[in-house]
């Protein structure tokens, strides 16, 4: 059974600030490693994912930064914006191909302070 | 491109009753996944479908719960009887195919089990 840890368990960050949230996970995992984004009412929506050939991927604000022999990856969001207040899930593929499946950690709530 | 649609959107049951939530995945996604949320957690896989064919369902309680994809598009999960522990949110999601393809997700059936 994959484990998935996320860190902080919930964060406050001031307008213009930098939010960093990181995932840790303990078995072997494929394919790729995404950040979700939820907001209240909604279901998840994808925010970002990172493939394990490369350690770092740039989309705009947010960066994902991956380091696959601590089984870690974490998310920046750079220049915060109360838009981005919401609940963040990472997610780990186990098993690859077809009956690859993601298992989810339990999320961190960020808070943009106007 | 229209999303993910599930309905209803909100339920109230009595424990012991049965419940069904129905799910339309984004036309021409193979794959459909049924995940429960729990307040304060992140979604957890009950059943993965391959076209109308299951691909896991090793944590779907089944004594209580099913679930069918008839012709590989629409999907309903029930579940008979209901029980406290189950008030959770429903969400359905598809992808392209399985294996690495973004999980687009449905806004989720509330469900509230007194």
């Known amino acids: 059974q994959q484990q998935v840890k996320q860190s902080p368990q919930s964060l406050i960050v001031q307008k213009g600030g930098i939010s960093i949230i990181n995932c840790a996970y303990e078995n072997t995992a494929f394919d790729y490693f995404p950040w979700y984004q939820q907001f209240p009412g909604k279901g998840p929506a994808l925010l970002i994912a990172?493939?394990?050939?490369?350690s770092e991927k740039k989309e705009g604000r947010f960066t994902i930064s991956f380091n696959k022999s601590a089984k870690q990856f974490s998310l920046h969001i750079m220049d915060s914006q109360p838009g981005d207040s919401a609940t963040y899930f990472c997610a780990v593929p186990t098993r690859a191909g077809a009956n690859s499946k993601l298992t989810f950690g339990k999320g961190i709530t960020l808070s943009v302070r106007p | 491109e229209a999303g993910v649609a599930q309905s209803p959107r909100y339920k109230i049951i009595e424990k012991r009753q049965s419940v069904a939530f129905w799910c339309n995945p984004i036309s021409g996604h193979a794959t459909l996944y049924w995940y429960q949320q729990i307040l304060g957690q992140g979604p957890k896989l009950l059943i993965q479908f391959q076209n109308n064919g299951v691909v896991d369902d090793s944590q779907l309680p089944k004594d209580r719960f099913s679930a069918e994809r008839l012709k590989g598009v629409d999907s309903t999960l029930k579940i008979q009887p209901a029980k406290l522990e189950d008030s959770a949110v429903y969400l359905c999601a598809s992808s392209l195919t399985a294996g690495g393809d973004t999980q687009y997700f449905g806004p989720g059936t509330r469900l509230t089990v007194l």
């Open positions: 990172i493939r394990p050939d490369v």
